[in-house]
Nanobody
Framework: QVQLVESGGGLVQAGGSLRLSCAAS????????MGWYRQPPGARRELVAT???????GYADSVKGRFTISRDNAKNTVYLQMNTLKIEDTAVYYC??????????WGQGTQVTVSS
């Protein structure tokens, strides 16, 4: 059974940094195009960063230049380094496959709260 476990969220002041982790079991992350998603309060879930099986990365305009997605194949973990955080980055962050038809059960996510 596939399990995705997100961690690393917390409360941080605007301008600060956090590093999120997504540990997977039951799948090999490097075989999938994976993404970090976020769901702000009262809003839909959105895709903010992606990494393909061959390591190419992509970002939503709202996070480009501030967030970096990476993967550690040995640890079967995907990371999201978030710098220069803004209040509007406040959301629950999730990881999952990028291809909608190939997504796994969503994990519990990790809450990121950015304060002024």
């Amino acid at each position: 059974q596939v399990q995705l476990v997100e961690s690393g969220g917390g409360l941080v002041q605007a301008g600060g940094s956090l590093r999120l982790s997504c540990a997977a079991s039951g799948i090999i992350l490097s075989s999938n195009a994976m993404g970090w998603y976020r769901q702000p309060p009262g809003a839909r879930r959105e895709l903010v960063a992606t990494i393909t099986s061959d390591g190419r990365t992509g970002y939503a305009d709202s996070v480009k230049g501030r967030f970096t997605i990476s993967r550690d194949n040995a640890k079967n973990t995907v990371y999201l380094q978030m710098n220069t955080l803004k209040i509007e980055d406040t959301a629950v962050y999730y990881c999952n496959a990028v291809a909608v038809g190939s997504q796994y059960d969503w994990g519990q996510g990790t809450q990121v709260t950015v304060s002024s």
